[in-house]
């Protein structure tokens, strides 16, 4: 192919010659002054390609921002949950504590068979000042802790009275001093009296005096006091418990069975 040589100023200023059209068409020959064109972007440009370049840098910055404030957000999202699910087992176990148990070890009972006074220094639980006083009774009571996290103190000087064939047999009171262990278990005797010999029957003595199995009940008000690093509550009770005692009260009775049961 033949070369053409580059246009030089001389051509530049020469005018152009139309190309050759077919018959029945016209043309337009517009010329522009080679000093327009631009050949270097005016500074308009320039600021407007920065702004366009800063905002794409922007959008894609944005995504990593979300995604680095996600990764921050998650791990302390889990640790406030672990928190609040600690606090609020802490809650359901430490504010509602479940109440001791009771239990009758023994029951014992003396000046059954007469009214007359056997040992004068042996204490007891009436307060009558008469040589001949009512028969009196003394049960055992094992009051244990059911909450390791708690340290319960029992409150004594609680009402209390004792049961036999439906009919109120001795009263008395809890001990107004009740000295439990660390771990918040007790054992303690409950005084109970009766009121006089005629309270109590010959034929109701005689058969608390027999070696065959009775059933009795012990009904008693205790105060309890449960603490913790977290808790402190005082708690009124009240304590029934039913059991059968084999042999006799004065001598050797022994509970063949209990079931005690608290109302609060």
Known sequence: MEERPPPSDTDADAPIRPLPLPPGHEAYVVQFPLDSVCRVPPPDHARIVEEHTRKTALKLSQPR???FHCSLALPIFLIVSVLSLAVLTARSTLYRPLTPSFHVTYIRAYNLTNNLISNSNSSS?????????????????RAGNRNPWLTMNYCGGGAASLEFKDRRIARGRAPATINGNDEGNANFTVCLAGNGTAALPKAVKERLGSESEKYMELAMDLTV????????????????CDFKVRNSLAKNAKISWQSCVIGL
Request: with cysteine; proline share 6%.
């Open 65 to 67: 921002r979300r995604r």
């Open 125 to 141: 639980c009436s307060s009558s000042n008469s040589t001949r006083r009512p028969p009196e009774f003394r049960v055992g009571i």
């Open 225 to 240: 006091e449960m603490r913790s690093l977290l808790r402190n509550e005082e708690l009124k009770l009240q304590i029934f």
